[in-house]
């Protein structure tokens, strides 16, 4: 996620507030199948999980038109966006110079005759505020109002057309999986790894103010009360060079998965794409240094052990699967070009990008007992119909996509379950008896309904 400012009128931004005031269930959906009396969960067998964790896509942006899924056929996604006095808008309204018409109805709308999965859109805004005003309490209709990329953020492409949508329908689809925390990459990648907000106390510089109702009245990447909640960079290596030094987080101390499964003699990776050429002072231009949890915990400074065992680059990753020396857990993270990243790849880029990784684990020795997540970070400002549940302050966010790829995979399955980012911490932790990292994760559902029954 790049950093993004807009002005907002502090009427439209008090909706930030009522998210955590004013709890909205989800919208009903049907019950997931139930397992056989006295059967368990495949997860079990699993003895290679992969995450693959993609960027900013929301689940009707690419999955509203999937079969048997709660999608764009709903009833609740014809909710109507309304500008800053509630009015509902009779047209999209769009930014000027863009490939969209200013004469499409306010209600979602294929993208692909203006521009198809095989062209960048723009990006959008998504950070910790200004989602909380979009979700509006649930009602899901101010991502316009609330938005530099305007009318763009109700765009979707057809289902149909995109690789991994294929693969989806061969294995397991999740569609009630919501990002864990309200914003950004950074925010996102932190909840993957630790289901917990990090914290800078004593920020001298990018501290947000908030009104009394928490409605943002100034913007910045910490909270009045010292969380980071927006794009920020590691005291440690890799970071921008030309980085202040008064922004880098100083080392976390909180509990991440790493740590935990270190802790269990569960072997792990973070494969990042182009790590090895940012950690030597030349990334590309395409590494996003705040796309790399890790690097920003004490146990994984600079000079450390664990750094060099744990923390490594894409390629390695290819290596170990056509070898069969997966760790037990490996998390995939690739650039920007290639993880679907609004404003700086194409969609299909991204989705022959991934269709690489999957096939690297199928074609590989360890496939027989694999499992592969397919997810993303956040809804990179793209709407979706689907009010999130209400947990804490930090989130849900806004639905997105999730596919479950495995020999142990339910076939052909739509997995209705309530999920979320911290669902694949929970899943670790059960397969491998691994203790939480937190409330977040003791808490999420372990993803065991996407499985087949033993």
């Known amino acids: 996620m790049r950093v993004i400012r807009i002005s907002l009128a502090t009427g439209l931004l008090a909706a930030a507030a009522c998210h955590s005031a004013v709890p909205v269930s989800p919208a009903p959906v049907p019950a997931p199948a139930s397992a056989a009396a006295g059967s368990r969960s495949a997860i079990n067998r699993i003895n290679h999980l992969v995450v693959i964790y993609l960027e900013n896509r929301s689940f009707d942006n690419l999955y509203g038109e999937f079969a048997g899924a709660d999608g764009l056929s709903s009833p609740s996604a014809s909710v109507k966006q309304v500008d800053g006095t509630n009015t509902p808008y009779t047209n999209l309204p769009q930014v000027n110079g863009s490939r969209f018409p200013t004469t499409l109805p306010n209600a979602p709308f294929d993208m692909t005759p203006y521009m198809p999965p095989t062209v960048a859109t723009g990006d959008l805004v998504h950070r910790y505020y200004q989602e909380q005003a979009q979700i509006n309490g649930g009602k899901m209709d101010r991502f316009v109002a ?9 765009g979707h492409y057809r289902t149909a057309d995109l690789p991994v949508a294929a693969e989806a329908k061969q294995y397991t689809l999740c569609d009630r999986f919501f990002h864990s925390a309200f914003g950004g990459s ?3 990648h932190f909840f993957l790894v630790a289901a917990a ?4 106390p004593n920020a001298t510089t990018g501290v947000a103010k908030v009104g009394p109702n928490g409605e943002m009245l100034m913007d910045g990447f910490v909270t009045p009360d010292g969380y ?41 990776a973070w494969y990042s794409e182009g790590w090895d050429d940012a950690l030597a ?31 490594k680059d894409e390629k390695e990753f290819f290596t170990a699967a056509a070898a069969g020396t997966l760790p037990q857990v490996s998390f995939v993270k690739p650039m920007d070009g290639h993880n679907e990243h609004a404003g700086e790849a194409d969609i299909m880029m991204g989705e022959r ?18 499992a592969i997540i397919i997810t993303y970070d956040e809804n990179g400002g793209w709407w979706d119909h689907v009010a999130p549940p209400v947990i804490d302050r930090w989130g849900p966010g806004t639905r997105i996509p999730a596919v479950v790829i495995s020999p142990f995979a339910k076939r052909g399955f739509v997995d209705h379950t309530q ?26 559902a372990s993803m065991d309904n996407a499985f087949q029954n033993e």
């Open 228 to 268: 980071v909640v927006n794009t920020a960079f590691t005291v440690n290596q890799p970071h921008p060079a030309n980085a202040p030094e008064a922004i880098l987080v100083p080392n976390q101390m909180l509990p991440n998965i790493g740590d935990r499964m270190s802790e269990s003699g569960v072997s792990w």
């Open 419 to 444: 999920y979320e980012t911290s669902s694949i911490l929970a899943l670790i932790e059960k397969r491998w008896g691994v203790q939480p990292v937190g409330t977040r994760d003791a808490k999420a």
């Open 353 to 370: 990008h991934v269709i690489e990784l999957i096939n690297a684990v199928r074609n590989g020795p360890n496939w027989k007992d694999a």
């Open 146 to 154: 609330v938005s530099n990329a305007k009318g763009q953020t109700m």
């Open 197 to 200: 907000p990090p914290v800078f």
């Open 281 to 311: 002072g030349h990334p590309d231009s395409a590494f996003q240094f705040h796309h790399q949890p890790f690097a920003y915990f004490a146990n994984y400074a600079d000079g450390t052990q664990a750094k060099k065992d744990h923390l």
């Open 186 to 188: 950074f925010f996102n």
